[in-house]
Every structure is written in C-alpha cells, then in structure tokens.
C-alpha cells in the first residue's frame, strides 16, 4: 500500500483538493466523510494550505484538521514577493503540520501558477520536501486563461522557473486557457476543470496501487516523470457503451483529453497508458496496435492494463514532453506583460504631477 500526500496550496490548489476528496468520499453527501470510508486504496493525506481563510472555508469534503490556515489579511493579493515572505515566517509550522502525518512514498502539489500564495509557497514547499524527504515530489500546476492580465501572467512565468528550480521530480501542467470550453460561467468551467484534474489524478493513484493484469506501478511513474523536459501532462477518456478500446485510446491522447495542449506524437518524451475496464472490452490486439503507434513516435511507452468487472474501458496517459510550443507562447506574452508592468512602475516613479497637485496644500488646513 502506497502512503501518498497530497497538497493543495492557494484557493486553486484548494478547490481541485477539495473535488479530490469529493469524488474519493462519494458525491452522497456533504457529511460522508464523517461517516464512511474513504475510496483509496492507498493511504492518501490531504492537506489544504491557504492564507485566504475564506478558500479555506468554502472547502465541503476536505477536513477542517486538514486545512492550514496561514493568517495574512485575505490573501496576498497575487503577490509573490510577500507571498514568499510568508510562507518563510510560517515555514517551521507547515512542515511540522506535514511531519505529524507520517511517511510517504510520493506527494503531489496542486497550485495555480499565477494567484499569490499558491504560486509563491509550492515552490518553497517543494524545496523544503525535497530537502528533508527522499520521497518524488510533482507539481500539478493550473496555467491563467491568457486575458486575466499582466499580474497573473508574469506570475505563472516565475513561478513556473521557480518550481523547476525547486527540485520538483516533474510538473503536470493543466492550463484553463486550453481547459475553458469546459462550462459556460467561469464557475462553472473551474468546476469542470478540477473534477478533470481530480479524476486523472485518482485514476493515477488507483493505478500506481493496484493488483494489474500488466503493471505499472510508482517506479514506472517516476522514470516517465523524469524524462523530456521535467514538464507532463496527463490525457483520460472513457469509452461509450459501443466504443473499441483503441478509440478511447486515441481519444485520451488527442487535444480533447489531455490537460494541456500538445501534440504528443510530436511533443513527447516517455509515456505510460494505462486502461482499466473489463476484460471483454479490452482487446490485447488493439491496445499494443495504438500503445506501439505512440512509442514508435516518443519512445518507451509503459502499458498497464486494470482487469474490473462491468466497467466500460477508461484510458489515462501520463505524457512527459520534451519541448512544448503552448508554453513558449506563453512565456512570450509573460515577457510582454513583465516589460508593460516594469514600464508602468518606472513611469510611476518618474511621474511626479499628483505629489505636485497634493504639494499645492502643504502647511495648510481645512477650514470649517
Ligand atoms: N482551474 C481552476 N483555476 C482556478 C480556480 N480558482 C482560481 N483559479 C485560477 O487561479 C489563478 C489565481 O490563483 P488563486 O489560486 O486564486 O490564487 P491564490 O494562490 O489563492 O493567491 P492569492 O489569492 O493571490 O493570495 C487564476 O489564474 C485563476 O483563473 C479553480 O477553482 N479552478
């Protein structure tokens, strides 16, 4: 049995935190946690970190033992600077909180790149980690839709080098610009964004624990994560009633199952497919046909295969990639965003006409 930590910084780690913990409780009720077991196999801790006690609160299914709160104002209002002041002073705290829950063979780390606190404590988190654990440590980390302003921009930018600088043993991108055709109401397209990231990453537990018809197991996860260029993402699909295992294959691996965009026959570096379902469904021909397909373009590709009774075929693919088009175009347009908000504090600071407009009342009063 696997001792996995799980980590959900910031109010977007919090959220895809929280709908983890939903779906490995049940949907029942709000209550079910209190009451009955839950779904892992393994031993999975969740811990819940914010500065921003009202993320912490709107939490359903995570429990309140499980939710640190680091008290600054409401927030750190997208400031990485004094998100890292903050996550320093209460540093001796957060890591006896993970400390008290015992040992653990891998943890992961859910953030958004761009908001304050998420951004800021994940990749100090993670240096901490690394440095007193031996445990793999990987960052699931949330890229900004693209119009929701420089601040948000320059912040995934940084925050991104810093987690590759950490020590982080990988980073599994999802970006909600790629991820947004998921609802109508930005509500409802985060809703549909973490129930994605929650599902893949149950899956992916489930898989690394379980007894399988073909193994793969925390080993073979660790030397995929560790090939290309230390960033991957992951692709899930599950089949219709009447659909062939080597669609919903390809279907996991196509744009619209992964996380984030990426031609991964072009893109990436080790794969592992794993496919869980019954055994009537799942053709031993058609499964090698498209895993031998994706190896012949990325290279090693390992292959689990799940044996359930009843279940329709469901397919995830953890894919590491060795280069990735969609993050240059970001950071082309963080570059633009940090330059357009380095021009506006220089021109702040040069501008000096509203300290000349209030300069106009010095020595004075006002008279009543
Ligand atoms: N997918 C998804 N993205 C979210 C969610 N909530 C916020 N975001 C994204 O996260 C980024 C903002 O980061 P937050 O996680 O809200 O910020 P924080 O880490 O709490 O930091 P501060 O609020 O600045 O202290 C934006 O790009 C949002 O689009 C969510 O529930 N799901």
Same mark, same amino acid.
């Given at each position: ?7 959900? #910084?910031? =109010? ?25 077991? =839950? ?5 999975? =801790?969740?811990?819940?970190? #914010? ?16 939710? $640190?709160?680091?008290? !600054? ?11 890292? !002041? ?6 001796? !705290? ?13 943890? %992961?780390?859910?953030?958004?790149a761009s908001g304050g606190t998420g951004s800021s ?72 964004? #973490? ?7 149950? %899956? ?17 996860? @660790? ?36 996380? %984030? ?22 053709? $031993? ?14 290279? !090693?590709?390992?292959?689990?295969? $799940? ?30 965003? $940090? ?12 501008? @000096?006409?509203?300290?000349?407009? %209030? ?10």
């Amino acid at each position: 049995m696997l001792n996995i930590l799980i980590v959900g #910084n910031g =109010q977007c780690g919090n959220r895809i935190l929280d709908a983890i913990n939903r779906e490995a409780f049940g949907k029942k009720s709000r209550l079910a946690k209190f009451y009955s077991q =839950q779904k892992y196999k393994s031993n999975v =801790q969740t811990i819940a970190i #914010n500065t921003a006690v009202n993320d912490l609160k709107e939490m359903k299914f995570t429990k309140a033992k499980d939710r $640190i709160h680091i008290p !600054h104002l409401h927030g750190v209002g997208a400031n990485r600077n004094v998100g890292k !002041h903050v996550f320093e002073d209460n540093k001796t !705290h957060i890591m006896r909180q993970i400390e008290e829950r015992g040992n653990f063979d891998v943890c %992961f780390v859910i953030t958004s790149a761009s908001g304050g606190t998420g951004s800021s404590f994940t990749p100090m988190l993670v240096k901490e980690l690394k440095e007193k654990y031996d445990f793999p440590v990987y960052a699931v980390v949330v890229l900004p839709f693209r119009e929701e302003g420089t601040l948000y921009l320059q912040n995934a930018a940084f925050c991104l080098r810093d987690i590759r600088e950490s020590g982080a043993d990988g980073i599994i991108l999802a970006d909600n610009q790629f991820l947004k055709q998921m609802g109508g109401n930005v509500e409802s397209a985060y809703n549909g964004i #973490n129930d994605m990231v929650a599902r893949r990453l149950l %899956f992916l537990l489930d898989a690394l624990d379980s007894e399988m018809m073909m193994v793969t197991d925390l080993g073979d996860f @660790k030397t995929v994560m560790s090939g290309g260029a230390g960033l991957a993402t992951i692709g899930f699909y599950e089949a219709d009633t009447d659909m062939p295992v080597r669609s919903a294959i390809q279907k996991a691996l196509s744009p619209s199952g992964l996380l %984030f965009s990426s031609d991964v026959y072009k893109e990436a570096s080790r794969a592992m497919v794993i496919i869980r379902g019954d055994k009537e469904r799942l053709s $031993i021909d058609e499964i090698s046909t498209e895993v031998e397909k994706l190896s012949s373009s990325v290279g !090693h590709v390992f292959k689990g295969i $799940i044996v359930r009774d009843g279940e329709l075929p469901q397919v995830l693919a953890v894919l590491t990639l060795e280069s990735a088009s969609e993050l240059e175009n970001l950071y082309s347009i963080a570059v633009d965003a $940090i330059k357009y908000e380095r021009d506006k504090k220089e021109r702040v600071a040069t501008v @000096k006409d509203v300290d000349r407009a %209030f300069s106009q009342i010095d020595g004075m009063d006002p008279s009543y």
